[in-house]
């Protein structure tokens, strides 16, 4: 069964290089992103992690933790991260799940339920573990993106769209194209002209079903 947004993620229970926890727990009241890769020590998933460990005063500053995910066990993470922080020159603090069982990429529906990892397996029988999910703080999963193998992901659109998932939920709004920070943001269809106007004051109206407003603070 296809893991879909809004639904709640499973709460399994996962080994990483960090401990054993509940995903749920681990959570707590933060958002969350799972980046999941093929195999360790390939190298586009190794610039990859090198970003995300760049990134982490801007995770800190969106109460957001972030979480990897790879087929491999803890002690080969652990020495995956060496690689990891001589490319990206900064620490790489967040845990990274050893999923050599496949438990979560195939609750997370990134394989199908009759995958298996075979003796000497390379990066191709994973193909598919190439994933984002950003998870919100009431555990339900938010949004969802997924790579081929030879596309690196760009994090600058990760922290767009976290910024527009935590905007919306917070402000009762959406985003359009191509949305920032500090862009004008659109005004639910739900909300009539006379709750717009007490809610966001002023707005412009593009079109009858299109109008677009500035947030305050």
Same mark, same amino acid.
């Given at each position: ?15 990483? /290089? ?53 087929? /491999? ?45 075979? /003796? ?98």
């Amino acid at each position: 069964m296809s893991l879909r947004i809004n639904d709640t993620i499973p709460n399994l229970t996962v080994e990483t /290089d960090k401990g054993t926890f509940d995903l749920h727990d681990w959570i707590g009241d933060s958002w969350a992103i799972l980046f999941s890769h093929p195999k360790d020590f390939t190298p586009v998933c190794t610039t990859e992690f090198g970003a995300v460990a760049q990134l982490a005063d801007e995770w800190a500053k969106r109460g957001t933790k972030v979480i990897g995910v790879s087929v /491999d066990g803890v002690e080969d993470h652990k020495n995956w991260k060496n690689d990891i922080e001589k490319v990206g020159g900064a620490p790489a603090g967040f845990p990274i799940i050893a999923d050599d069982g496949l438990a979560v990429s195939k609750a997370f529906d990134m394989l199908p339920a009759e995958a298996y990892l075979p /003796d000497g397996r390379t990066p191709n029988d994973s193909a598919t573990v190439r994933s984002v999910f950003i998870i919100g703080p009431d555990k339900q999963l938010k949004l969802s993106m997924t790579y081929p193998m030879n596309v690196g992901r760009n994090f600058a659109e990760v922290l767009r769209a976290l910024d527009g998932l935590q905007t919306a939920a917070s402000r009762g709004v959406a985003t359009p194209a191509n949305w920032n920070v500090g862009d004008d943001v659109v005004i639910p269809a739900t909300v009539n002209d006379e709750d717009a106007k007490a809610k966001f004051g002023s707005f412009t109206t593009v079109l009858p079903y299109l109008r677009m407003t500035k947030l305050e603070g």
